[in-house]
């Protein structure tokens, strides 16, 4: 583990924190930079119309080998099967299905509650705000609608491979690298992606390869996110940031990111298609659709993420 300085985390916390920036009674931090000019400018990105789906298949297949306890990969079953209405003799059939999940078992929002911190979530509501029905407070169904305009950094590209080493952290020298070649700024109320290629060994049918160690964002790349002003930021790993961790902490930037900053954070998008456009036509930004279902106090939220260009 390659361990920060033992102020740096409370020092970041500090630099990073959002806590009364948008109220006292605020429960969606970051998300409150995606204003109708941003979604506006997310929309005059369609050009083509072509569109990539970001998400992975909900079955059994996922990326969950039950390191987290009750994350499960989806089950599904059928509640009925071609079943006639009471009384009704049209021949007509009815077919339903259930299915079982842990809200962050596939491409996925995590709530700003998923994460506390000294007894306390993002904007200093307490922890104890979270129970056995769920988070009372800055939960996933306080997201609302999410959509404006989204931003590819391929990192991995960047560092011209395939996909980054497991256990790269990514900085905001790599944050800044990416942008450049990408030819995009990144402004305030921006939904950035972060690829870095690891998503590929969950494609390739490698699932124990997938979870960790992986890459991911470093402690800096907090601070970049902080100083862009960026809306919610997602990556196509399992953990987001990069793991083993910079700190002798655990989870150290979804601390910072959820609970500090209020920045909603997003796990397992599939990031290779779109990546692989973006390559092609050197066109990184699109506008994003990514509303995450609204489980009410839930701590996190599945989504089927779709870039338009």
Request: hydrophobic share 40%.
């Amino acid at each position: 583990m390659s361990e920060a300085p033992p102020d740096t985390l409370g020092s970041l916390a500090a630099a990073v924190n959002n806590w009364g920036r948008w109220g006292s009674d605020d429960e969606r931090g970051t998300l409150n930079l995606i204003t109708a000019e941003v979604r506006a400018r997310g929309a005059s990105c369609v050009r083509t119309g072509k569109a990539f789906s970001l998400a992975l298949p909900l079955g059994p297949e996922g990326p969950q080998l039950g390191r987290v306890p009750g994350r499960d990969n989806p089950r599904r079953w059928m509640s009925s099967i071609n079943e006639p209405l009471p009384g009704d003799g049209s021949g007509l059939g009815i077919n339903d299905d259930v299915a079982l999940l842990g809200l962050q078992a596939a491409t996925h929002w995590d709530a700003l509650a998923h994460v506390s911190f000294d007894g306390r979530l993002y904007n200093g509501f307490s922890a104890a705000t979270v129970t056995g029905a769920g988070a009372a407070r800055c939960g996933i169904d306080k997201v609302g609608v999410l959509v404006g305009h989204g931003i590819l950094l391929d990192v991995a590209r960047t560092h011209a491979t395939a996909r980054l080493d497991a256990g790269y952290p990514i900085t905001a020298a790599d944050l800044d690298a990416a942008e450049e070649r990408a030819e995009v700024l990144v402004a305030p109320g921006d939904v950035v992606l972060v690829r870095t290629g690891q998503l590929q060994f969950l494609k390739q049918g490698r699932r124990l390869d997938y979870p960790v160690p992986c890459p991911g964002l470093s402690m800096s790349a907090v601070e970049w996110f902080r100083e862009r002003d960026v809306a919610a930021a997602a990556t196509d790993t399992f953990v987001f940031e990069v793991y083993p961790y910079q700190t002798a902490d655990r989870l150290p930037v979804h601390r910072l990111c959820l609970v500090e900053m209020g920045l909603t954070l997003g796990e397992n998008w599939d990031l290779e298609e779109l990546a692989e456009d973006c390559d092609i036509d050197h066109v990184y930004e699109f506008f994003l659709s990514a509303t995450p279902e609204p489980f009410t106090g839930g701590l996190g939220g599945p989504v089927h993420p779709v870039a338009v260009k």
